[in-house]
């Protein structure tokens, strides 16, 4: 006979309560960023990637230039030649002395004066026939190939034709800078209205955009990169015509002193006077080129 066994149950000691655990803030170490090396060092870099190898090629430029026409014979002047003829053209650029014997920066400031009208007028018009062209097929039809025609013409023909109609060099001379530099902008213009997405004009039918509207809120805001496209060709043509032009018509401006410093034979003079016009030129498209990409929010046209 099996006797039913005893149960037994037996408890396990409960596990002793452990002491509480106490966090401990340990403090990050403190960073070694700070201005210089967030702000001030890469700005620095980015300066210097800039501005050093455009330096190294000017010394190495000059460098050889000063090796080539510093031998006896040599048909143009070295750079130091030209420092020590044209010392004062270069550190004074703003002096008076004379009807004709000014400083370059003032015969400079002369033909920005120029520029800045004929480039204006280009500017304006150029946009709105550009803009007339892209919007309507006949437009481009009939005038296209007449400007494709026109603008291959140098800016000097145009001169006798100016000094003719007007009688006057400055008119003249403006003349030649609107109609130099009014051909980009309107082909540029004439592009960006023409490549417009069809879902804007869609849009501007649903909400019934008058015509003026249609060209303010739809038509130039679509095509500004390339209108500023053709406004930066724009104005290195104007700069290049109106030297061209003044080197003919005369007066105070930076092509008539060239025209002069060559048959006085001041070589040196026409150098420096080279380097204006190059500088010039460069602020000048810079100057377009920021204009249009505040415009554009950085968006170029493709």
Same mark, same amino acid.
């Given at each position: 006979?099996?006797?039913p066994l005893a149960k037994t149950t037996s408890t396990l000691p409960a596990p002793a309560p452990s002491p509480a655990a106490t966090a401990a803030v340990v403090p990050l170490p403190k960073s070694s960023r700070s201005f210089l090396t967030d702000k001030l060092f890469p700005n620095l870099r980015a300066l210097a990637a800039r501005v050093v190898p455009p330096f190294i090629m000017l010394v190495l430029i000059f460098g050889v230039w000063q090796i080539l026409c510093m031998k006896p014979g040599a048909t143009l002047p070295s750079p130091s030649r030209i420092w020590a003829d044209a010392k004062d053209l270069i550190l004074d650029p703003f002096f008076v002395t004379g009807p004709q014997d000014i400083g370059l920066g003032l015969r400079?400031?002369?033909?920005l004066q120029r520029v800045a009208v004929g480039f204006g007028l280009a500017s304006v018009v150029g946009v709105l026939v550009g803009a007339i062209?892209?919007?309507?097929?006949? /437009?481009m039809r009939g005038l296209d190939p007449i400007f494709q025609v026109m603008r291959t013409v140098p800016p000097l023909a145009w001169l006798p034709i100016s000094l003719a109609a007007f009688r006057d060099s400055n008119p003249s001379a403006i003349f030649v800078i609107f109609i130099t530099s009014i051909w980009p902008i309107i082909i540029n213009t004439a592009v960006g209205i023409r490549n417009i997405p069809q879902d804007y004009r869609n849009v501007a039918a649903v909400v019934r955009l008058n015509p003026i509207e249609f060209f303010w809120k739809i038509m130039i805001p679509s095509a500004a990169p390339y209108i500023f496209t053709g406004l930066?060709?724009?104005i290195g043509l104007s700069w290049l015509a109106i030297v061209a /032009?003044?080197?003919l018509t005369g007066g105070v401006g930076i092509?008539?002193?060239i025209w002069d410093a060559w048959n006085s034979s001041r070589l040196s003079d026409i150098f420096v006077a080279l380097a204006y016009i190059g500088i010039v030129g460069f602020v000048l498209d810079r100057m377009v080129?920021?204009?249009g990409n505040i415009a554009t929010r950085g968006v170029q046209a493709s």
């Open positions: 006979m099996n006797m400079v400031l002369t033909s062209i892209g919007q309507s097929v006949w /437009a930066r060709i724009g /032009a003044e080197m092509g008539f002193f080129a920021f204009v």
